[in-house]
């Protein structure tokens, strides 16, 4: 068994409870837009796409609405979205342990760089992490795998010795892609079963499980 050497996690649902945040601006932007506000379950479906996707495909909207709706959700982030950001209970204890091992650690993400900063910082998340490939990025979104095959670029890895962790069927698709070894957490935004379904290498329940990953001992 190859050793892990590197861990890419994915943020919204894997580190952090985003979903009030993510819904309550999805909420404000489509209201201001005088367009139907889809559900939370629908609003919640579509977390891990890049923002303007999501957006479109909620609202049904068109490209000039979807650049419109993209533009507002991004004035309104730091009033509604930002706040209401909470780190998973066990997310800086296993960080922390997982750096004393020595293991490597990226962001992969379709956030856009600064909201990703604008949540990170103030939480103490930005020491632990070597680098980040986000939305602001210009690379092709999850579940395509060219995100993970940048940063496996960057870092000189190999897809064996990396780990992908996320929440939603788009990273452990992309995950697969790149050839990594993958591991699906049950406590964000998707269901135990619907990752399942794809077979990822690890499915855990709580972040501080990906310690006693025999990958990683």
Do not use: W
């Amino acid at each position: 068994m190859t050793a892990v050497k590197a861990i890419l996690f994915d943020f919204d649902g894997t580190l952090a409870n985003t979903v009030l945040g993510i819904t309550k601006t999805m909420a404000e932007t489509f209201q201001r837009m005088e367009i139907p506000i889809p559900s939370e379950e629908e609003m919640i479906a579509t977390i891990g796409l890049p923002l303007r996707t999501s957006l479109q495909r909620l609202g049904k909207l068109s490209d000039a609405q979807a650049d419109e709706a993209a533009a507002l959700y991004r004035e309104l982030f730091p009033i509604y979205e930002v706040g209401n950001v909470v780190l998973f209970p066990d997310t800086l204890s296993t960080l922390e342990k997982l750096k004393e091992r020595g293991v490597r650690m990226a962001i992969v993400t379709s956030r856009d760089c600064p909201s990703l900063r604008l949540i990170m910082e103030p939480r103490g998340l930005l020491p632990f992490f070597e680098t980040t490939v986000n939305g602001s990025d210009g690379i092709k979104a999850k579940p395509a795998p060219d995100m993970v095959v940048n940063l496996l670029e960057r870092m000189s890895l190999k897809a064996d010795e990396v780990l992908a962790v996320g929440d939603t069927t788009f990273d452990i698709e992309m995950g697969q892609r790149a050839g990594c070894k993958t591991c699906a957490v049950t406590y964000g935004n998707h269901s135990r079963e619907t990752l399942a379904s794809l077979s990822p290498t690890h499915i855990i329940d709580s972040l501080s499980e990906l310690l006693s990953l025999p990958e990683l001992q």
